[in-house]
């Protein structure tokens, strides 16, 4: 008889143990009875929760970035005026939560799935859009009709400096990608106060 209300906590236990088990492969080459092994349950109820592997692997992205969200929204609630507001969203996606091997690897692997999963580029685009929406709220008011061009190109910094960051072997770095990203805010702003 199953166990009322375990299925969230099951759930859970699943997507985490697919980011760890990516995290300690290092690409997408694990398996549902590892992930399930990982999770401390038979591979049968990890396939009777999600269907597969890959619907399992798409479940641990959304968690992935629910956690940057919660990143971001915990960061602009403290931010007042435009600028202060892009600033925190830079700063988020250079969070410490962004850089744990095991979410690394989540990262670069989706990246990876996104090109031949219609899924996981679905998913891949709700976050480029809403890293684009965030910027672009703060940059219209600043910046007016060239908000768009200065968004695309803030975002494609962030993204790159993030898979640099993610790539390298040295975690010092990731105040420097802040810095970077912050510099460039700074030439788009054209030193803008607000």
């Known amino acids: 008889m199953p166990k009322l209300g375990m299925e969230p906590i099951r759930r859970a236990a699943l ?15 694990v398996t549902v009875s590892n992930i399930a092994k990982r999770a401390g349950m038979s591979s049968a109820l990890a396939h009777h929760y999600f269907g597969g592997k890959e619907q399992i692997f ?37 969070a410490s939560s962004n850089f744990q091997p095991e979410v690394i690897a989540a990262w670069l692997n989706f990246y990876v799935l996104a090109q031949t999963s219609s899924a996981a580029h679905h998913l891949l685009r709700i976050y480029q859009r809403r890293l684009h929406s965030n910027l672009m709220h703060d940059l219209r008011p600043l910046v007016g009709d060239s908000a768009g061009g200065t968004a695309a190109r803030l975002a494609g910094l962030i993204d790159g400096l993030y898979l640099h960051q ?29």
């Open 58 to 94: 798409l479940a641990a992205m959304r968690h992935t970035l629910a956690v940057y969200a919660a990143e971001v929204r915990r960061a602009l609630k403290g931010a007042t005026g435009h600028r202060a507001r892009l600033e925190a969203v830079i700063r988020a996606g250079f």
């Open 166 to 194: 993610g790539l390298s072997r040295c975690r010092t770095e990731q105040s420097d990608a802040t810095a970077q990203a912050l510099a460039l805010l700074n030439i788009e702003l054209g030193g803008r106060a607000q």
């Open 15 to 29: 997507v985490k143990a697919t980011i760890d088990e990516i995290g300690a492969v290092g690409n997408l080459d």
